[in-house]
């Protein structure tokens, strides 16, 4: 299992920097992999969405450091029946409606407790380490060794109601309880 999301991650990588470029994919490319991967081995609660059609809303706060990459990733893309979307936002007070949120590097540490006064439940935050906004996230991003990796805070999850599939969990390489 833990190899079938392994290669899942790598054909997604590869999709995104397709032909239009000769090398390894950049970091950000990686990280939109990843986002996409992350939604697709997430369980939402049904009341996390207003209505069953609506689309699965991946926003980035504060500087985009994406390009064009997470939109490339989530084009045409559906996870359970539902559309995928990519919208920027430059506060924390307007996360309504989005069911993922990247804190980009750019956000000053006080978006947590930003993040804390919002009653919008049930959303998958995703920070950077290096970021002071990264504290309190459900999914950090942790660079080791040149490699991109990831450390899961189940403790944040379930009080946002999120559940992860056994196969993302297998490889976070820290899990909070």
């Known amino acids: 299992m833990r190899a079938r999301l392994s290669i899942a991650l790598v054909l997604t990588v590869r999709l995104i920097a397709g032909p239009r470029q000769a ?30 059609g609506d689309s699965l809303v991946v926003c980035v706060l504060g500087e985009d450091p994406f390009g064009r990459a997470l939109d490339d ?15 920027r936002i430059s506060d924390a ?13 750019s956000e000053p540490k006080s978006v947590v407790s930003v993040l804390a006064t919002i009653n919008e439940p049930g959303i998958l935050t995703v920070g950077e380490s290096d970021s002071p906004a990264s504290a309190g996230m459900i999914i950090n991003f942790i660079l080791e060794g ?3 990796r990831f450390a899961i805070n189940t403790a944040a999850a379930e ?17 909070k309880k």
């Open 23 to 52: 090398g390894p994919p950049d970091e950000y490319q990686v990280k939109a992999a990843f986002l996409y991967n992350f939604a697709k081995f997430v369980e939402w609660r049904p009341e996390a969405f207003e209505n069953p």
């Open 73 to 87: 990733v989530v084009e045409g893309k559906k996870i359970e029946g539902r559309a995928l979307a990519v919208r």
């Open 159 to 175: 009080r946002e109601k999120l559940r992860f599939s056994s196969r993302l969990l297998s490889l976070a390489i820290l899990v």
């Open 93 to 105: 007070h307007k996360v309504r409606g989005c069911r993922m949120l990247f804190v980009s590097a």
């Open 146 to 148: 040149g490699k991109i």
